[in-house]
């Protein structure tokens, strides 16, 4: 059993019952109860004193957390039968009280992390049914709480649906290879993707409503029309994007492609 290619950092907890005694068939979902990093949830279950922990956590930093491996039985969901098969996620709130919300990223996050999950462990249906028999686990099942709030709480069937998507939908996309439109802030950034689209039109409303960029296959700036190479190597020229890593760094956050230009400076400079 190994453990999610997603994690940024990993933060142990010694809050475990060692091996699982059920081969994963579940995931727990629950929320922090709290706006806080993948770092503060590491070092929330770091104490023995705890006596809690979570296998992942995703904080507010939309950085994912290792804390208990996933062969390992975390102390999560108040319930020996529960946690022996599920793997279990603390997601960190956007802020803290009312119905506990969660960042739209965090959620995109956690929707790549519970696909993961799944195909590593071959779950092949994500279910939410509501009730215990389902994939998708609630901690306010198992014990007298309000985890994981009312956001996330009403997330779950959305959750899964999205999750069967992507489960089926690698399928469909490694057999046709049409051209996608990926929205992101910059190339570089693959994090910042809000979505790939097949469909330009709507790829550009998502840009829109983000305040990011379409960019083709290749990395190009599809949405807003950007400068050209030429017109940018030009600029650099005249000294408008700085110097070494400053100009690599402002090119690249602008959405555009460093080393692209930097070939047409020297061209030009020659
Ligand atoms: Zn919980």
């Not at 092949?124 to 709480?153: A, F, I, M, R």
Request: charged share 25%.
């Amino acid at each position: 059993m190994t453990n999610s290619p997603l994690v940024n950092l990993r933060i142990y907890s010694p809050n475990h019952s060692g091996r699982r005694n059920q081969p994963i068939t579940k995931i727990a979902i629950h929320h922090t109860a709290g706006a806080v990093s993948a770092e503060t949830i590491g070092n929330i279950f770091k104490p023995r004193t705890r006596r809690a922990s979570c296998n992942y956590g995703i904080g507010n930093d939309n950085k994912i957390v290792l804390c208990v491996d996933e062969k390992n039985r975390s102390w999560c969901t108040s319930s020996s039968w529960c946690d022996n098969r599920a793997v279990t996620i603390e997601v960190a709130n956007s802020k803290n009280g009312g119905n506990w919300p969660i960042s739209d990223r965090v959620l995109t996050t956690l929707i790549d992390l519970v696909t993961d999950i799944c195909k590593r462990n071959g779950i092949k249906n994500c279910t939410y049914t509501g009730g215990k028999d389902g994939v998708l686990q609630k901690h306010e099942w198992y014990s007298n709480t309000n985890c994981p709030g009312p956001y996330l709480g009403s997330k779950f069937s959305y959750i899964a649906s999205e999750v069967n998507k992507r489960l089926r939908g690698n399928k469909s996309v490694s057999k046709s290879k049409g051209e996608l439109y990926r929205v992101r802030k910059s190339w570089s950034d693959v994090k910042s993707q809000k979505g790939a689209f097949k469909n330009l039109d709507n790829a550009k409303r998502c840009a829109d409503r983000f305040g990011l960029k379409v960019f083709d296959e290749n990395g190009k700036i599809i949405y807003p029309i950007g400068k050209t190479i030429d017109q940018l190597a030009r600029e650099v020229i005249r000294g408008g994007w700085g110097n070494g890593e400053e100009r690599k760094r402002r090119l690249t956050q602008a959405g555009y492609d460093y080393y692209a230009v930097q070939k047409r400076v020297n061209q030009i400079i020659q």
